[in-house]
């Protein structure tokens, strides 16, 4: 809250990155158009976004004089905190840190936003679109408006969140389980990077299976030889995948269609069909499907694996090249995805 000297002195200050007036209320019940949510949900995306080493405010009720005085308007109701909470829940990822109350000066009413400096794993951007925000655009404060953040202000956006100190952020459990499963179905962030959060999350918890889940991911699963039960454990990264140990070269621009490259490997002696596991690391299948992206005439992609994957471990171990299709590597992306929601969901 803030006291009568706190609020005077901010209505004499004018309009910047950290300080909004506005004359009106969001009117959430009459928008037919979703114009009002979209505006309520840019603003706090921007002003938790912002660079700053203070709390910032959105002031409802002050309008401004061609002379740009102020003018007392007040509300003509109050409103609660938690309709504004229920409008950001579900939009955006990470949930921002905000509080809404109402303030009575000189007989009239007033609605504050307040914005804290707050540490957040990462720049916060919407999971939905809205009129004027866009899914996985992150928005801050220029000046007096918001704008959408590129190149280097994500950046400087990002390392200013990572120097704040982490007591800053001290959510309990449930709301950072919450947190890392809108950003798996928001779909937006590289898996690669909620990991790393949810990795970070279990190791502060003590949360054994979700720390073996997370570091497997994140650095490649390490098979022992006594594990008997993997292809139980890692059934979501086992699916059938072409092989060959033979030195052949297949050309990735191929002119036909991937069933015809299949129906190929079928056809010929020099290559062989196993339902093998995938062991890399999610960095790793980030990297193939950019390749599939990057180039979108390629047909096929090509890793080599040890034949102890799927050939006895009393065999002689030699190197294969095994052949993944655009379709089984994003497959194969979607079932860890699949698989992290829930383990999550166990937790909750």
Request: with cysteine; proline share 3%; charged share 25%.
């Amino acid at each position: 809250m803030l006291t009568d000297t706190e609020f005077f002195n901010i209505l004499s200050r004018p309009e910047s990155s950290v300080l909004d007036f506005k004359t009106e209320m969001y009117d959430f019940a009459s928008d037919g158009n979703l114009i009002k949510p979209g505006a309520f949900v840019k603003d706090v995306i921007s002003f938790a976004n912002t660079v700053r080493s203070e709390t910032s405010y959105i002031i409802v009720g002050v309008g401004e004089g061609c002379d740009g005085s102020k003018i007392l308007h007040g509300l003509k109701s109050s409103f609660d905190d938690a309709i504004f909470q229920d409008k950001i829940k579900g939009k955006v990822i990470p949930r921002p840190i905000f509080a809404y109350f109402n303030l009575e000066y000189k007989g009239l009413i007033f609605g504050v936003f307040e914005f804290p400096v707050v540490k957040y794993p990462y720049p916060i951007s919407a999971t939905e679109k809205l009129k004027g925000v866009e899914v996985g655009c992150i928005y801050h404060r220029f000046g007096s408006s918001n704008t959408q953040a590129l190149g280097l202000e994500v950046i400087r956006i990002s390392d200013w969140l990572r120097s704040l100190p982490d007591n800053q952020a001290d959510e309990d459990l449930a709301d950072q389980v919450a947190l890392n499963l809108r950003a798996l179905t928001a779909n937006t962030l590289n898996l690669s990077v909620i990991f790393t959060q949810i990795y970070a999350m279990a190791r502060k918890y003590r949360l054994d299976r979700l720390i073996e889940f997370a570091a497997s991911e994140l650095q490649g699963i390490d098979l022992v030889e006594d594990d008997v039960n993997y292809q139980e454990r890692y059934s979501y990264r086992i699916q059938k995948q072409f092989f060959t140990p033979y030195e052949i070269e297949i050309d990735p621009f191929f002119r036909g269609s991937s069933q015809d490259i299949q129906n190929f490997f079928k056809k010929s002696d020099k290559f062989y069909e196993y339902r093998l596991l995938f062991n890399h690391s999610i960095s790793k299948v980030e990297s193939l499907i950019k390749g599939f992206n990057d180039k979108p005439n390629h047909m096929l992609a090509t890793i080599t694996m040890s034949s102890e994957q799927f050939v006895s471990k009393s065999t002689k171990e030699y190197t294969v090249k095994v052949f993944i299709f655009y379709d089984d590597i994003m497959k194969l992306y979607n079932n860890i995805r699949q698989k992290a929601v829930d383990i999550l969901i166990q937790l909750k």
